[in-house]
């Protein structure tokens, strides 16, 4: 139990660094204060996480009471905004990074709830949750419409990648490779679906 918490908890700082990278390059570009973006930078990367550890009975969530995740959520964020040789590397590709979180969160969600003993219903639910959370809040406080809302392929992405997880462990496969496998699987729908422009169906009442 030990060695899957340490895993969790790994995977989880590797989603939170992508996703306060994410959050505050795209604040950055709206133009917010370092306060703002910092506050940015935070929501993005533990929303998604917190809102999982509510839903599944982990009190209290550990982006609120375990500080290794305010600090690689601040570290993220002043990489971003600061004038280190890192700056240009990490603050450019927003939707790189927002993949990246993505793809992270979606699995170790997924994990997670199953190492609750829950279902695999809400062990998928939760998986795409955890992945989207942080997204949506980016979104709100950026005065955007948010990406699941819209046609991308980005809810989805995480459905799937919880859905290879649970599948996983369905079939007792190795966490070594059901991992792995889990993130390529959202990580490259993702990033395709940006590269070549792939849409979800949508439906509107409007005549031509």
């Not at 993949?99 to 190492?115: D, H, M, N, R, T």
Request: charge should be neutral.
């Amino acid at each position: 139990m030990d060695k899957l918490h340490t895993l969790y908890t790994l995977i989880d700082l590797g989603g939170t660094f992508a996703f306060a990278v994410s959050g505050a390059a795209a604040a950055k570009q709206k133009g917010l204060d370092v306060l703002g973006i910092l506050v940015v930078a935070f929501t993005v990367a533990c929303g998604g996480g917190i809102i999982r550890d509510l839903c599944i009975g982990d009190i209290p969530p550990a982006g609120l009471s375990d500080w290794r995740y305010l600090v690689v959520s601040m570290t993220a964020a002043l990489i971003t905004i600061g004038i280190t040789p890192l700056n240009r590397l990490l603050a450019g590709p927003v939707l790189l990074f927002d993949a990246l979180g993505l793809s992270l969160f979606a699995v170790s969600g997924a994990e997670k709830a199953l190492g609750f003993r829950h279902n695999y219903e809400v062990a998928i639910l939760i998986g795409m949750v955890t992945a989207v959370g942080g997204g949506v809040i980016r979104d709100i406080f950026l005065n955007r419409i948010p990406a699941i809302f819209e046609k991308e392929i980005y809810a989805s992405a995480a459905l799937l990648g919880a859905i290879v997880v649970v599948a996983g462990n369905y079939l007792e496969l190795p966490d070594a490779w059901v991992f792995p496998i889990g993130f390529l699987v959202c990580f490259l729908l993702r990033i395709l679906a940006l590269k070549y422009h792939w849409k979800l169906p949508s439906f509107s009442d409007k005549k031509n």
